[in-house]
DNA sequence: GATCAACTGTTTTTTATTTCACAATTTTTA
DNA sequence: TAAAAATTGTGAAATAAAAAACAGTTGATC
């Protein structure tokens, strides 16, 4: 099968979000001034392209409207997919926040918790269920696609959950490395801030070394 | 020179937080169990731990406290690590909420805002500074790693002036992609949390195709 | 309308990372 | 004490990713 890399599908994303920014300013946009904008190279944006099936012209570039919507085309699903957040501490509040609203196929339905004083109300306009919920709520809401921000604990009884509700793709936050079987086929992006923290403080001290 | 990767820096970093879990149960690990812990391979953790320099013993695999002691050496400041963080909206807050006091090695010793109901204030503990105070204070406390969650407009600023200040290391959770030329010899950690969500929704559709 | 310059799309080459495979080592067992 | 079993450390092979190279277009220029 013709799959694309997870890190072209990281790059596109970011493209499209530069795209936006430049739509402002002018319609045609060159390999190499988009790799600039995306911290890449020329070569490297346009193999990225290449499975988009979008062509540019030469001497021309690409059409950022045309570009935009193609890159849109391929990255975003069809219909509007529901997403779901559990653990709605400090982390999870923030995600909540930033995404509400942002990505139009993207709509976060519902977040769990545990908290007495969280579940009945309402975070940032999302409404709060008990964990108890959520197998039944991500049945009903056809949710695909899950984050875990909670307590490392309670990571892989959540996963779990999520697994057997039906979900296709799971963010986890939490410093726990969730380990899913293939043969579940589900995606799995573990986001681990705290190793690129423990990075930053490695490299603060050696990179500088290949002077 | 035999520079480390980033993804070893990274593995090494989840092994240590598993090694910690485990050190309440058992005395020796082997790589194969250590590999399950971390969602890694047997292979991939001895060639990790071969840049330690520490050995294991065949038929009895790592002693945990030792491993743990030599990871630490290994990738630990020698000194304490002062940081900085600057934007202190709910993502900053979460960061500096989770972080205060975790690492003993790095101290969250300043946060930086423009907002004045912040400026002055302390946030989980840690004093909020107006950003026009940042390349003094960063001096002052000799601070080698910052890390920048404003708005993504004063992305591009608030690294320059961080880099202008001696900061070695930065770790960027906005969308804009800071590009840092390579003579700055700064390290730069780019954590794209939009790039991850869209990756989890376009997979939650496709990677399932392996079938 | 021919020529030039500057781009694109794709093939090839290079580099980086992971996996494999096995000799060397150590413990266990007999 | 010798043989068997299991695990380590690492060179070599395989795989994945990025960069370079280049033929083919296209628009601009004369
Ligand atoms: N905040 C950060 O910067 C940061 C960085 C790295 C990793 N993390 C990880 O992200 C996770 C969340 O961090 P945080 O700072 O928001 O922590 P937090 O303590 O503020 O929030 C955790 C939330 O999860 C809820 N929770 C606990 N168990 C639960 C369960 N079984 N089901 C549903 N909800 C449950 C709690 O009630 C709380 O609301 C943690 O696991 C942490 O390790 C956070
Ligand atoms: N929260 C998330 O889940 C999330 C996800 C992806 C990316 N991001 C990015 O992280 C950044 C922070 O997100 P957030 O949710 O905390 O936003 P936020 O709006 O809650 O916080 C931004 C903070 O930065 C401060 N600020 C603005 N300009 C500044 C400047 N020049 N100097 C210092 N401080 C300044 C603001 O006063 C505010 O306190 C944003 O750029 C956002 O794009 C956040």
Chains 1, 2 share one sequence.
Do not use: W
């Not at 020329?42 to 392209?49: E, F, G, I, K, S």
């Amino acid at each position: 099968m013709n799959t694309v890399s997870q890190r072209t599908i990281e790059r596109l994303s970011l493209y499209r979000r530069r795209l936006m920014v430049e739509l402002a300013d002018k319609d045609y946009i060159f390999s190499h001034q988009l790799a600039k904008l995306a911290n890449s190279t020329a070569a490297q944006v346009r193999r990225d392209l290449m499975h988009l099936g979008y062509t540019g012209v030469p001497r021309k570039g690409y059409k950022i409207k045309d570009l935009i919507s193609c890159i849109s085309k391929f990255l975003d699903p069809t219909h509007i997919e529901n997403v779901v957040i559990v653990g709605v501490g400090n982390l999870g509040k923030a995600l909540l926040t930033f995404f509400k609203g942002r990505r139009p196929k993207l709509s976060l339905v519902a977040c769990f918790d545990i908290d007495e004083n969280k579940v009945g109300t309402e975070i940032a306009g999302v409404p709060c269920y008990h964990l108890n919920e959520m197998p039944q709520r991500i049945k009903e809401l056809k949710v695909n696609i899950g984050i875990i921000s909670s307590t490392e604990n309670a990571t892989k009884a959540i996963s779990e959950m999520m697994i057997a509700a039906g979900i296709r793709s799971i963010i986890n936050f939490t410093c726990y490395p969730l380990n899913i079987a293939d043969s579940e086929n589900v995606f799995l992006e573990q986001i681990d801030i705290t190793a690129s923290f423990e990075k930053a403080a490695y490299f603060s001290k050696t990179h500088l070394k290949k002077l």
